[in-house]
């Protein structure tokens, strides 16, 4: 149960922080290319095709999953477009189908991104072999390994430039998560009424050690996407740095 807890708690602590490094990229690419070229649309266009795998798979991915659940789909777009304080980088119209049915839709990219971040990490880049290297508390090791295969391996940068862009786009938008405040409702209830029939939980502690070791998989190849994140935030920070030097706004 301690493994358990430890992988589920480790997951949603790096979906938490993916999710403000996400937002740290897209502002600082934002404010490098703004500082250079004085256009804030030519810097969301670099915004957009900094993300363009993630995004084509993000919309994609509502499309897919809206047809198998029968939804009919309208006009599908992948392109920035400025919505207030916000860029929409794609929009796919879905027909509503009711909150379970539409909560599918939304969280679609997280999930086709998750298994596709979970299947590059663990067969390009053996991210699977990491947590042994770091329990052994041979962080070193662990960090040369995979900066090898990305600098040694053929197509290396190629593999982290789509795990970079898969693991960034795939978060829910603000419209996708709109949806999941019914569903969880619905969930709260179903779990409040579960525990009342079985107060032992057995239930839910069984899907947990089930979904233990995918979820362990996606957690590793995380860390990588945070080590990707970390060293594209430190570049664009150091271009901000010069730049405000050179070019003050």
């Known amino acids: 149960m ?5 992988t589920f708690t480790l997951f949603a602590t790096l979906l938490l922080l993916l999710a403000w490094m996400s937002r740290q990229v897209s ?28 995004i084509i798979i993000h919309e994609a991915s509502h499309w897919l999953v809206a047809k198998m659940l029968g939804l009919k789909t309208g006009k599908f777009r992948v392109w920035p477009r400025k919505r207030g304080r916000h860029i929409g980088m794609g929009s796919v119209s879905v027909s509503r189908g009711g909150a379970v049915a539409d909560s599918l839709v939304g969280l679609a990219p997280l999930i086709v991104g998750s ?19 770091w329990q052994e508390g041979d962080w070193w090791s662990g960090l040369h390994a995979l900066f090898s295969v990305i600098t040694r ?4 940068f190629l593999w982290s430039y789509l795990l970079f862009a898969v693991a960034n786009a795939m978060l829910p938008s603000s419209s996708d998560r709109e949806p999941l405040r019914s569903l969880l409702r619905y969930i709260v209830l179903f779990g409040v009424l579960y525990i009342l029939i079985d107060s032992s939980g057995q239930f839910f ?11 362990a998989t996606l957690v590793n190849a995380l860390f990588l996407v945070a080590l990707l994140d970390a060293i594209v935030i430190g570049v664009l920070f ?3 740095s010069v730049l405000v030097v050179l070019r003050p706004a």
């Open 2 to 6: 301690d493994a358990t807890l430890t």
């Open 27 to 54: 502002l600082l690419t934002q404010e490098v290319v703004y500082r250079i070229t004085q256009s804030a649309e030519l810097a969301m266009v670099v915004l957009f095709l900094l993300y363009l795998p993630g």
């Open 115 to 133: 298994l596709l971040v979970a299947m590059i990490g663990e067969q390009v880049f053996q991210s699977n072999l990491l947590p042994t290297l």
């Open 153 to 156: 391996q053929e197509d290396g």
């Open 205 to 215: 502690l069984q899907v947990a050690s089930w979904l233990t070791g995918p979820v």
């Open 238 to 240: 150091l271009l901000r």
